[in-house]
């Protein structure tokens, strides 16, 4: 299998002075939590779907407070987040949601670099995703390469793109 390598290094942001990233803080569970369902309810799924998303969709405050969860500030407001899990050789991009009328505006990749710069800090050697079907095009703009399919833990019989990308 060929081997696709993140070029983090090379990612400069455009305008630094209007956006910030920052770690998440307990008490943000509940507007991460309605900002990832409206993210993803920007795909058009159906309301049967989003319900059946929103456990997984769900951050608590204990978790935002125990893991590597980030907010991305636009002009003082949060328009997305990341977290990554992981203490194995791999680390995993568990979410990256943006805001709606907030996406296609750069602020997925700066997340999403800044997210394979944490997990590479960490001493992790790749970033994995179980990635929406929607996404799968942004994750391989990233230089990420789909490596499989796993199971929804949302919805029975869907299947997810697998990606991978070693740091």
Request: charged share 20%; hydrophobic share 45%.
């Amino acid at each position: 299998m060929a081997t696709q390598r993140a070029y983090i290094f090379a990612w400069r942001d455009t305008d630094p002075a209007s956006t910030i990233i920052r770690r998440a803080r307990p008490d943000e569970a509940a507007l991460l939590s309605v900002l990832a369902l409206r993210s993803k309810a920007h795909w058009g799924y159906d309301d049967a779907f989003m319900a059946a998303c929103r456990a997984d969709l769900t951050l608590s405050p204990d978790e935002i407070a125990t893991t590597a969860v980030y907010v991305l500030e636009a002009v003082g407001q949060v328009v997305g987040f990341h977290q990554v899990r992981g203490d194995q050789e791999e680390a995993e991009l568990t979410n990256l949601f943006i805001a709606p009328p907030a996406i296609g505006a750069w602020h997925g990749a700066r997340l999403w670099h800044h997210a394979a710069l944490l997990a590479a800090a960490q001493g992790h050697r790749a970033l994995t995703v179980q990635s929406d079907p929607h996404a799968e095009g942004f994750y391989r703009a990233m230089g990420m390469a789909t490596v499989g399919e796993t199971p929804s833990t949302a919805i029975p019989g869907r299947v997810l793109p697998q990606m991978r990308i070693a740091l």
